[in-house]
């Protein structure tokens, strides 16, 4: 069974800087493709990046340039590092894993909220 641990969220203010880490177990890393969503009050959750176990990556428009999504192998781990953060980017935010062979996200952390004040 998968298991997704996230940390980093918290409250920062406009323009700064925050790391968001998500431990995977429970399987081999390298076959699952990783991914963060974020969930606003009143919206829907929606994908802000994405990467496969080769490093290609998927990142929304809405943070391109601001957000870079990594990932260590070896340490079962993936990265968000989120720069000039922006008010509309509070909401709170999921790790999530799919299998290779599937289009579909099924394995979620229990979320951390991301806070940035004007």
């Known amino acids: 069974q998968v298991q997704l641990v996230e940390s980093g969220g918290g409250l920062v203010q406009a323009g700064d800087s925050l790391r968001l880490s998500c431990v995977f177990s429970?399987?081999?890393?390298?076959?699952?493709?990783m991914g963060w969503f974020r969930q606003a009050p009143g919206k829907e959750r929606e994908l802000v990046a994405a990467?496969?176990?080769?490093?290609?990556?998927y990142d929304a428009d809405s943070v391109k340039g601001r957000f870079t999504l990594s990932r260590d192998n070896a340490k079962n781990t993936v990265y968000l590092q989120m720069n000039s953060l922006k008010p509309e980017d509070t909401a709170i935010y999921y790790c999530?894993?799919?299998?290779?062979?599937?289009?579909?996200?099924?394995?979620w952390g229990q979320g951390t909220q991301v806070t940035v004040s004007s």
């Open positions: 990467i496969t176990s080769g490093g290609s990556t």
């Open positions: 429970g399987r081999t890393f390298s076959l699952y493709v």
């Open positions: 999530a894993a799919k299998h290779i062979s599937t289009s579909i996200y099924g394995y």
